[in-house]
T-cell receptor, first 116, second 118 residues
Framework: AQKVTQAQTEISVVEKEDVTLDCVYETRDTTYYLFWYKQPPSGELVFLIRRNSFDEQNEISGRYSWNFQKSTSSFNFTITASQVVDSAVYFCALSEATSGTYKYIFGTGTRLKVLA | NAGVTQTPKFRILKIGQSMTLQCTQDMNHNYMYWYRQDPGMGLKLIYYSVGAGITDKGEVPNGYNVSRSTTEDFPLRLELAAPSQTSVYFC?????????????????FGDGTRLSIL
């Protein structure tokens, strides 16, 4: 069965520290998609990245980077030199080709607190 | 750009009352979705629609109804509000889930409606 696990419920770091948010997924599909969303205190969900199962290249966008490893079924998210504005809840999500890619399976989220 | 707009932002209902949560998008997306987010949990899909006139149940549809008469609008109706429906509700939209290379399209979310039922 498909599942997304974000084992870290809450993480607190001091500004400028690096932090990694873990995401482990389960799927039987060979074609699937992984997403990260950010939910700041204001409540909206902001799309950060999509990764296809057939593309294991890591990605970097400014201070954000994502490490996709099919061997460990993980799609981890690292923020380098964290800032207070990074404080938010971060969700990892999975969609599978066979069950309909409109069906996102969300993890329970990781609340990141960046302290000044 | 307005994107996905949800109204109201907050609402308190009494048990047994009914109400409609409004959702409209101006991105010409054919897919639309309703989710609920309970404290400490991820989002659960309530209903979705792949186009005007077409709707289908998601993971947690009981107690809700939807309609999709236009591409832009996808209202969610609660007929007999119950305390278990206290939650934050998110509407989302996306292009057809397969992009030019077969990829899943990202969903764009509204700001949410915080609903309390007392």
């Amino acid at each position: 069965a498909q599942k997304v696990t974000q084992a870290q419920t809450e993480i607190s770091v001091v500004e400028k520290e690096d932090v990694t948010l873990d995401c482990v997924y389960e799927t039987r599909d060979t074609t699937y998609y992984l997403f990260w969303y950010k939910q700041p205190p204001s409540g909206e969900l902001v799309f950060l990245i999509r990764r296809n199962s057939f593309d294991e290249q890591n990605e970097i966008s400014g201070r954000y980077s994502w490490n996709f490893q099919k061997s460990t079924s993980s799609f981890n998210f690292t923020i380098t030199a964290s800032q207070v504005v990074d404080s938010a809840v971060y969700f990892c999500a999975l969609s599978e080709a066979t069950s309909g890619t409109y069906k996102y399976i969300f993890g329970t989220g990781t609340r990141l607190k960046v302290l000044a | 750009n307005a994107g996905v707009t949800q109204t109201p932002k907050f609402r308190i209902l009494k048990i047994g009352q009914s109400m409609t949560l409004q959702c409209t998008q101006d991105m010409n997306h054919n897919y639309m979705y309703w989710y609920r987010q309970d404290p400490g949990m991820g989002l659960k899909l309530i209903y979705y629609s792949v186009g005007a006139g077409i709707t289908d149940k998601g993971e947690v549809p009981n107690g809700y109804n939807v309609s999709r008469s236009t591409t832009e609008d996808f209202p969610l109706r609660l007929e007999l509000a119950a305390p278990s429906q206290t939650s934050v509700y998110f509407c989302a939209s996306s292009y057809s889930t397969f992009g030019p290379h077969g990829e899943s399209q990202p969903q764009h979310f509204g700001d949410g409606t915080r609903l309390s039922i007392l």
